[in-house]
């Protein structure tokens, strides 16, 4: 079964930096949209970054220019840097795999916690 896996949350000082990278156990996502999502405590689950399999990406409007998602396709990751955290950016950071044609299964990861404190 596929899975996704993320790794990289953590705790970080308010103004630093975390990267958080996601990989599939199988399979190939090349002409997957990938992207993250965060869910806050008491908060529905929201849009951080997407990415397509032609490289465009959409960001979150809280993002701001703090935020680059990237991919590698040749390897099945995506990528998360995060620059300049603050203590609302506190969520689990989930990966997901979106298909191009209905149908098909959309694939979520397990979340990754991401804690900004100081």
């Known amino acids: 079964q596929v899975q996704l896996v993320e790794s990289g949350g953590g705790l970080v000082q308010p103004g630093g930096s975390l990267r958080l990278s996601c990989t599939a156990s199988?399979?190939?996502?090349?002409?997957?949209?990938m992207g993250w999502y965060r869910q806050a405590p008491g908060k529905q689950r929201e849009m951080v970054a997407i990415?397509?399999?032609?490289?465009?990406?959409e960001y979150g409007d809280f993002v701001k220019g703090r935020f680059t998602i990237s991919r590698d396709h040749g390897r099945n990751w995506i990528y998360l840097e995060m620059k300049e955290l603050k203590s609302e950016d506190t969520a689990v950071y989930y990966c997901?795999?979106?298909?191009?044609?209905?149908?098909?299964?959309?694939?979520w990861g397990q979340g990754t916690q991401v804690t900004v404190s100081s």
């Open positions: 990415i397509s399999s032609s490289r465009h990406t």
């Open positions: 199988a399979g190939r996502f090349n002409i997957y949209t």
């Open positions: 997901n795999a979106e298909p191009p044609f209905s149908g098909f299964q959309t694939y």
